[in-house]
């Protein structure tokens, strides 16, 4: 979900029935918040409530992903016009 740009929110709920060799089933509530300063760059940092306290109670993580290629354009976003102002 897109917040006033350039933040976003991200939540997902997962179950896994078999995660071996990590656990013999695995599951919880993943969320992160995201800041992307440019359309390459993305900075985020979140959660993960486990579902199973004995395999995992939560852990927290940062991560950085950076797009080297553009590999499709979206076709209703265009480029702003040379010499376009904001």
Do not use: K, Q
Request: glycine share 10%; aromatic share 16%; proline share 13%.
């Amino acid at each position: 979900m897109n917040l006033p740009p350039p933040f976003g929110v991200m939540a997902e709920g997962y179950y896994f029935t078999n995660a071996f060799p990590v656990a013999t089933r695995d599951g919880g509530f993943l969320f992160a918040i995201d800041h992307s300063p440019e359309p390459w760059l993305v900075f985020d940092c979140g959660g993960d409530v486990g579902f199973f306290p004995s395999t995992r109670a939560y852990s927290l993580f940062i991560g950085m992903t950076i797009v080297p290629v553009l590999l499709w354009r979206d076709p209703n976003r265009l480029p702003p016009a040379a010499g376009a102002s904001d």
